[in-house]
């Protein structure tokens, strides 16, 4: 596909969010599947993939910027009609995951053992295990960044539903290779870490296809470009620490619930997890908005990207508050699902209420993330999201431990963390500073 870029009036909010919903989504999902099957293997086994899998999982958050930076940057070059600078954007971005990919895969290698002993609690067989089944995985990293940057210059120029189609090939050659490599073919945990990378190897190879097409049809400059790389560098930068104080809040906030007890645990993990979930299923409208941002003011349009703005917001806001109604009406159904123990459920109870009613706020608040990012506007959301964490989130997490608060404590800590990133991100949307961004080249 050539030529200009449509409008973003042209493209709904939902036609873009859905494919990007499958591409979030799809992960995950095999992961799951994953963990079921080497879970028939034994306790050591699916200690070994939790352990390196959690590794792997933390390498590739920080990294993610390949695919979100790349998307704001391509954006901006295509609602500026020129579609040949949107796909250049993705080279730079492919060298950065190539070069990236392979420098950290070869630290891994160097660091699987005392990493993984960490992660563990020290030397044994799960340490083992976990070493083994990274020192595999690993190798695909540079295959995984390679398909990071291939959907951001990808989702740059609207085309979600390619992207898509990339991730769900690869994703179903891990699904029918991980039972396979696992049981007959006798790899037992490590078939789970080839398995893992010949899907991302598929992938890879055809977001790869997919940019030579592009360089074929067009005259676009293949070799890397130090001043793009660099600001490919200062947008990853920026993504990369607010990604790492969000890690480091999550972890603080899961050791004070750990110390409270079992219950508190069991309840914490479960609601966590809905929380992921749903955060994945309204970052979706993210992506959306720094797709149609990024074009608008690529274009010189910033009544369009205003316009974007707040029809995000609404569509990230009503998913939020049905999210929100579903999760109350299911109060008595879900949590039992997870556990049959009393005292779990008698926490579950307290920590449902915060989960629920934080879901209009966290839908439009993710929405105006990628509103931000679109625009370029990452250093300021950087700031922000940072700045939420240390004042709102981890103070109130460790106080919740001195003061044995419990649950309601570290989720009071979660709301605020949503509430303070709303009332900023919103702020900041109502001014103008964010529409004057630019891309250099």
Do not use: K
Request: with cysteine; hydrophobic share 60%; net charge positive.
């Amino acid at each position: 596909m050539t030529g200009a870029v449509r409008p973003p009036a042209e493209r709904s909010i939902p036609s873009l969010a859905a494919p990007a919903l499958v591409v979030l989504a799809a992960e995950p999902l095999y992961l799951l599947v994953d963990t079921a099957v080497v879970g028939n293997l034994g306790t050591v086994a699916l200690g070994g993939l939790a352990v390196g899998g959690g590794i792997l999982a933390v390498v590739a958050g920080l990294l993610n910027f390949l695919a979100y930076g790349t998307t704001a940057r391509a954006a901006r070059r295509a609602g500026a009609g020129d579609r040949p600078g949107a796909v250049a954007e993705g080279v730079q971005a492919t060298w950065l995951a190539v070069c990236l990919g392979v420098g950290t895969a070869l630290l891994l290698q160097l660091l699987a053992g005392p990493l993984t002993r960490l992660m563990a609690g020290g030397a044994g067989p799960v340490a083992a295990a976990g070493e083994q089944w990274l020192r595999v995985a690993s190798a695909g990293l540079p295959l995984l960044l390679v398909a990071l940057a291939g959907n951001g210059w990808l989702r740059g120029v609207q085309e979600l539903r390619r992207p898509m189609g990339y991730v769900l090939a690869g994703s179903l050659v891990s699904l029918a290779l991980c039972p396979l490599l696992v049981y007959p073919a006798g790899f037992g945990l490590v078939g789970s870490a080839v398995a893992n990378v010949a899907g991302q190897a598929v992938a890879a190879s055809l977001f790869a296809w997919s940019l030579a097409r592009e360089l074929a049809r067009q005259e676009i400059d293949w070799r890397p470009r130090t001043t793009a790389l660099r600001a490919h560098l200062v947008l990853g930068r920026d993504l990369l620490v607010r990604a790492a104080v969000l890690q480091l809040a999550f972890a603080a906030a899961a050791a004070v619930v750990a110390r409270a007890g079992t219950a508190q645990l069991g309840a914490h993990q479960i609601a966590l997890q809905l929380w992921l979930f749903l955060a994945l299923v309204l970052d979706a409208y993210a992506i959306a908005a720094q797709t149609l941002v990024g074009q608008a003011l690529g274009g010189a349009r910033p009544g369009d990207a205003r316009r974007t703005a707040a029809r995000v917001v609404r569509w990230g806001a009503g998913t939020g508050a049905v999210a929100a109604a579903v999760l109350l009406a299911l109060r008595p159904v879900l949590p039992p699902l997870f556990t049959d123990d009393p005292a779990v459920l008698a926490q579950a109870d307290v920590v449902w209420w915060f989960l629920a009613l934080m879901q209009p706020l966290a839908g439009a608040a993710f929405a105006l993330d990628g509103v931000l990012m679109g625009a370029g506007d990452v250093a300021w959301l950087r700031t922000v999201t940072v700045g939420s964490a240390l004042v709102g989130f981890l103070p109130l997490s460790l106080l919740s431990g001195w003061l044995d608060w419990g649950l309601a404590g570290v989720w009071s800590g979660l709301t605020l963390f949503i509430v303070l990133r709303l009332a900023a991100v919103s702020w900041r949307v109502r001014g103008s500073a964010w529409l004057g961004e630019t891309v250099s080249a």
